[in-house]
């Protein structure tokens, strides 16, 4: 106790050092700076805004629609309301972050292992080292993968798995970057679901390609529709092949992106509903499409007794399925930005060239990280269950929290929870009024129905309701963009509106809530959320 306490002093008296910076004027450029300044005055100048297609072409519909949305998210809330103060990036709603706990034991273990290499000043292959690769083939294996080749129907062969399946990068947006480049060609399209990780839809413009959107719908439980999917890449090759009618190469869906399990929606398909995933099989291997099946949420399943089944898994769509897996949100080291990738050997060896031309290859840390989280081994896998179970039981805990503190605390039937949700409200609000505010509920938000997560740890708000109400300052509240300033200028409290996520029902109001924060932050926000709903007339 008495550390953590002179911890604390410490960093009182010491503080933090002091941060200098540039004080660049880019309009008093000169010579070679000045035409690059010139040359990228868009993205310089933009304060943050989303910057230009590599290709100097407009956004396509998806990402047009949603850059309005990106730009007042990333800065323009700020710059309207320099005097309102943010809530901490990590402990704000809008936060991709995990919740804080300890990283994940066998990734730590193995990385100390590293460090005491007397090989060190080896440089590694640019996939990373073969045995590295072998480890995460163990634990595909145990995970269900078919370590054998066989003959597939239609004379294809699937050739088994091995080391040369296995690369690593550096996190699953590294990943996904060089997949886009490896598979796809300027005007290509990568076709993923509406709603989605926002992150992704951006990144698929910026590099040159298209992203179209399959909207997700409630009647499907916001799981992927084979017969609807088969139906928009059918109908998007057309419209392709159309556009391209005065010649030249023809774009076409190159690649289908999966989340699974989903973000925001926190479904997971896993062996209850695989018909659904080999529906999803089908019908983009029928159709010459990847699957970019992304993998990073896969031990956040709450089911941990059944997680999000693999499509690679499947041996009839090994060859057209790339699997990511990574280390960010399960396993506490989003910091490490580490993943790895799972393809066709043709596939895996153009990715490999991919990274030895920008990096040469990966670092030791990152390849070994991944190795101590993926592995074949019994304890990993005693670790694993430990390690997943706590972390899990306390998603669901914070869930539950928000939940009380949206629909109120009577809403919660288990005495003994309930109990222990008034138990942090108290611990966390100190005013006696604010905490029968906070405990009462919010009238006019919701939970979006069937968005009940399964996995992961967001929440889909629904604040349709409060459409056409008006704020103190006589703002009448019809866009998203107007609630969000609302909720920033009343509290600090910011999310990822429903144009950010590329929501598929446009008449709805919704957002990106995040439950990793802490559980004082749930307190907090909801608190302040609760407040500016209340403001409302």
Not at 13 to 35: C, F, H, M, N, V
Not at 81 to 102: A, C, I, M, Q, R
Request: glycine fraction near 8%.
């Amino acid at each position: 106790m008495w550390k953590n306490r002179l911890k604390q002093i410490a960093k009182r008296l010491l503080g933090r050092p002091d941060l200098k910076t540039s004080s660049e004027d880019y309009g008093r450029a000169q010579g070679a700076l000045k035409i690059f300044v010139d040359e990228h005055k868009k993205y310089l100048l933009q304060n943050n805004h989303l910057p230009p297609r590599a290709d100097g072409k407009p956004y396509h519909s998806a990402i047009a629609k949603m850059e309005p949305d990106y730009n007042f998210f990333a800065s323009d809330v700020f710059a309207r309301n320099p005097e309102h103060k943010p809530v901490f990036e990590y402990d704000n709603f809008h936060s991709g972050t995990p919740l804080k706990y300890k990283p994940f034991p066998g990734a730590m273990r193995e990385v100390r292992k590293a460090l005491r290499r007397k090989n060190l000043y080896w440089y590694p292959r640019s996939a990373g080292g073969f045995y590295s690769q072998q480890k995460v083939v163990d634990y595909l294996v145990r995970e269900g993968f078919e370590p054998n080749p066989m003959d597939l129907e239609g004379g294809e062969v699937y050739g088994g798995l091995g080391v040369n399946n296995i690369v690593f990068s550096y996190s699953t947006t590294h990943a996904y970057s060089l997949i886009m480049d490896a598979v796809a060609k300027p005007g290509d399209v990568i076709l993923m679901t509406a709603p989605n990780y926002g992150l992704f839809a951006i990144m698929t413009e910026l590099d040159d390609y298209r992203t179209e959107l399959l909207d997700l719908k409630e009647e499907d439980d916001w799981q992927v529709n084979p017969t609807a999917l088969a139906k928009r890449i059918d109908e998007l090759n057309a419209k392709l092949a159309q556009e391209a009618s005065g010649g030249g190469y023809v774009p076409r869906v190159a690649a289908f992106l999966n989340l699974n399990p989903h973000n925001p929606t926190g479904k997971v398909v896993n062996h209850k509903n695989l018909d659904i995933l080999r529906g999803i099989g089908e019908v983009c291997k029928e159709r010459n499409i990847f699957v970019i099946d992304d993998l990073v949420y896969r031990d956040l399943t709450y089911d941990l007794d059944d997680l999000a089944v693999p499509l690679a898994s499947l041996p009839e769509y090994f060859n057209n399925t790339i699997s990511l897996f990574g280390l960010s949100k399960a396993y506490e080291l989003a910091s490490f930005r580490a993943a790895v990738i799972v393809a066709p050997a043709a596939v895996a060896e153009v990715l490999a060239r991919e990274i030895h031309d920008s990096v040469d290859s990966m670092s030791v840390l990152q390849v070994t990280a991944v190795t101590g989280a993926f592995n074949g081994t019994n304890r990993r896998y005693r670790e694993h269950r430990r390690y997943m179970r706590a972390i899990i039981r306390e998603y669901k805990f914070r869930y539950n929290l928000m939940y009380a503190l949206v629909y109120g605390v009577s809403k919660i039937k288990d005495r003994g929870l309930r109990r222990k949700i008034v138990h942090t409200v108290k611990r966390y609000i100190k005013s006696s009024t604010d905490r029968q505010i906070v405990l009462s509920g919010c009238r006019g938000l919701k939970i979006r129905k069937g968005t009940e997560p399964e996995s992961g740890f967001f929440a889909v708000f629904d604040f349709t309701e409060l459409k056409g109400k008006t704020t103190p300052e006589g703002v009448t509240i019809r866009t998203e963009r107007e609630l969000l300033e609302h909720f920033f200028v009343n509290g600090g409290v910011t999310y990822l509106m429903g144009g950010n996520i590329c929501w598929p029902y446009l008449d709805e109001m919704v957002g990106r809530i995040s439950f990793a924060v802490s559980r004082k932050a749930i307190c907090k926000n909801m608190l302040m959320m609760n407040k500016a709903i209340r403001s409302l007339k």
